[in-house]
């Protein structure tokens, strides 16, 4: 079907722009001296989040909110189940213990403030939910408290290592190569969200199912690639870190910007999927007590690819 080759050309884009806006980003910032802890906090987490960005305020722009937030949610919920769970397979992710009890807790957190707005946030009525201009404003400002708290942490961290040798890149290829990811993923993203729409109203089923599924684990990619590269170096701080930013940046940046673009109603429907979120973010920080603590073995991740999988089969089922 051609809508759905046209889907996976523009997931195709969307990876490919999200890696050139990084290594042009981070060229960049190496040029100028940047800690390579705070290119990989911001920089890397914002980049391989752009693909989910682009999607979801194009889909609200367009007023495909169920494409927007199943987007968001659907990528959050595959981000620790699906990604998480294959990276754990491929090596034990061994967490720091400042990652166990504060960048988990806080990416549970984002997706409870989420759930509250949607609920009972400014613009929610009774048996309507809906996230609003409020309400994404309300997100945003979360976000720039997150953002401060990375720059604090770094700030403490005064032995964060700076890579003294590297090659340099000029300026004027890091500046092509930041202008043309996002060019490469805005095209991408334009793919992605009017092919989804058309194969959702073929096929029959909900623009929810479409974002919640297909949409959300095609923007998931560069994550999925980032973690389990990780995982196979065994820099398993990284394949965590790398998931529980994303999951952070897609709630607080990604939502908030879209909802302050245009108020986001959805389906009741959706609020499983709003559990779903919650409850993966919570299992992640229990798994971290459970059997070695601090750590996300192999039977864990098997466990939640497994959930995964039930997940999507449900998913289908309702749809």
Avoid: Q
């Amino acid at each position: 079907m051609l809508e759905l080759g046209l889907l996976l050309v523009g997931f195709v884009f969307l990876i490919l722009g999200s890696d050139w806006l990084v290594k042009g980003a981070s060229a960049l910032a190496k040029s100028y001296k940047v800690p390579d802890i705070v290119i990989g906090l911001t920089i890397v987490s914002f980049g391989t989040s752009m693909p989910e960005l682009l999607v979801s305020m194009m889909a609200a722009a367009n007023g495909n909110a169920d494409i927007a937030i199943g987007n968001v949610l659907g990528s959050n919920i595959a981000n620790i189940l699906l990604i998480l769970g294959i990276s754990a397979m491929i090596f034990p992710l061994r967490v720091k213990r400042n990652t166990t009890w504060k960048e988990i807790p806080l990416s549970l957190f984002a997706a409870v403030l989420l759930g509250l707005l949607a609920y009972f946030g400014f613009e929610s009525l009774p048996g309507k939910p809906r996230i609003g201009r409020g309400d994404g404003i309300i997100l945003l400002v979360a976000f720039a408290g997150f953002m401060w708290y990375i720059f604090d942490l770094v700030k403490k961290d005064k032995g964060a290592p700076y890579e003294e040798h590297f090659d340099p890149m000029p300026m004027w290829k890091s500046a092509l190569l930041i202008l043309g990811g996002i060019g490469v993923m805005g095209w991408g993203g334009k793919l992605c969200v009017d092919n989804a729409v058309i194969l959702a109203r073929s096929w029959g089923v909900s623009e929810a199912l479409i974002g919640l599924t297909i949409v959300a684990v095609g923007t998931s990619l560069p994550e999925l690639a980032t973690s389990a590269m990780a995982a196979w170096k065994k820099e398993t701080d990284i394949a965590v870190g790398n998931v529980v930013g994303s999951n952070i940046f897609n709630i607080l940046w990604i939502l908030g910007a879209s909802a302050t673009i245009t108020p986001l109603p959805f389906r009741n429907e959706i609020s499983f999927d709003f559990a779903a979120t919650i409850g993966a973010s919570l299992l992640l920080f229990l798994f971290m007590f459970v059997g070695k603590r601090h750590e996300l073995g192999r039977w864990k991740g098997a466990l939640f690819v497994a959930i995964y999988i039930v997940y999507i089969f449900f998913l289908i089922n309702r749809g």
